[in-house]
């Protein structure tokens, strides 16, 4: 049976994620542990306790990466095959290329350390909001943006056909909630982000990391990862760089790469991270396929026994 990997970005972290996984897998200690000594923080201490750094771009990215890549290597231990195809949203693109084999642990530390602290430093003072739009269809958001008369104020992920996150000013957010309201949209839900990724406002931060990607040692991948800036595979390191880079002050093509994924034609879809929202989002895109989201213990033991070696 052939599958893919999903692995989610921020959004998708949440208080006391894989306890039970902890209890049950080494892996996810010596992991954690690897993190906490690159970035001389209880990580653990975050992840359990009801700590507002978890929603902290600069903890939440190194977090979600390492309870990613903790899944990838329990995966592995157990024999279990890599996917044919794999895909990563936002900051699960850099986790994808890790358990691919393309970095090392501690080069994709150093990757996503800079890539957050870029982001934040590119942010600046300004009070910006990230909002996810439902129900209504993203070039009718994205038209809708570009007539009304902002300082800050894009659409940054495009999901699903009627789901698309908008980024901004806090204050326009709010303005042009009203707005798509009346032009169809059925929710608008605000999300724990706390800077405006995928947008222009993360230029500077793109230029920054282009330099540190070209002192990140970057090895052939085992296994490919379509890419958010335009939902294409690399085939070589330059392409790797650019794309990354490319990736912070540019739109996630969500809904482009579900249409590439689609052409893999494969049966199965787990989504290696905290959540269900990428099993969710799959399906917004018509994505055809059984969807498991391992971070229910019950569920990833089903599938290591499924996939494993006897």
Not at 21 to 37: A, C, V
Not at 147 to 168: C, D, K, M, S, Y
């Amino acid at each position: 049976m052939s599958f893919s990997f999903l692995f989610p970005g921020q959004g998708s972290q949440y208080n006391g994620m894989f306890k039970d996984h902890f209890e049950e897998f080494p892996e996810f200690s010596e992991i954690l542990g690897q993190g906490e000594e690159f970035y001389k923080e209880d990580l653990k201490d975050i992840i359990f306790n009801d700590d507002p750094r978890l929603s902290d771009t600069y903890y939440t990215q190194p977090i979600l990466l390492l309870m990613s890549y903790a899944l990838y290597k329990v995966w592995e231990r157990h024999g279990c095959p890599n996917p044919k195809v794999s895909a990563g949203h936002s900051l699960g693109e850099v986790s994808s290329l890790l358990c691919a084999g393309a970095f090392s642990l501690s080069g994709a530390l150093k990757l996503i350390k800079y890539r957050a602290s870029f982001m934040i430093e590119s942010k600046g003072e300004m009070k910006t909001k990230m909002s996810a739009v439902l129900g209504l269809e993203g070039d009718k958001i994205v038209n809708i943006l570009k007539n009304r008369r902002a300082n800050f104020l894009e659409a940054v992920n495009l999901n699903a056909p009627q789901q698309t996150v908008i980024a901004g000013n806090a204050d326009e957010v709010e303005a042009v909630k009203e707005l798509l309201k009346t032009e169809g949209a059925k929710r608008i839900i605000d999300l724990t982000v706390s800077v405006p990724s995928h947008s222009s406002l993360m230029g500077i931060a793109s230029s920054k990391l282009k330099l540190v990607l070209d002192d990140i040692n970057i090895d052939e991948p085992k296994f490919s990862t379509i890419q958010n800036y335009d939902s294409k595979v690399s085939i070589s390191e330059t392409e790797v760089r650019h794309r990354l880079a490319e990736q912070i002050s540019n739109p996630v093509q969500w809904v482009e790469s579900m249409k590439k994924l689609k052409k893999y034609s494969l049966n199965e879809h787990l989504e290696m991270g905290p959540g269900k929202v990428l099993c969710s989002l799959a399906k917004q895109n018509r994505l055809s396929g059984s969807f498991s989201a391992l971070d229910n213990i019950d569920t990833f033991k089903e599938k290591i026994s499924e996939y494993g070696q006897k």
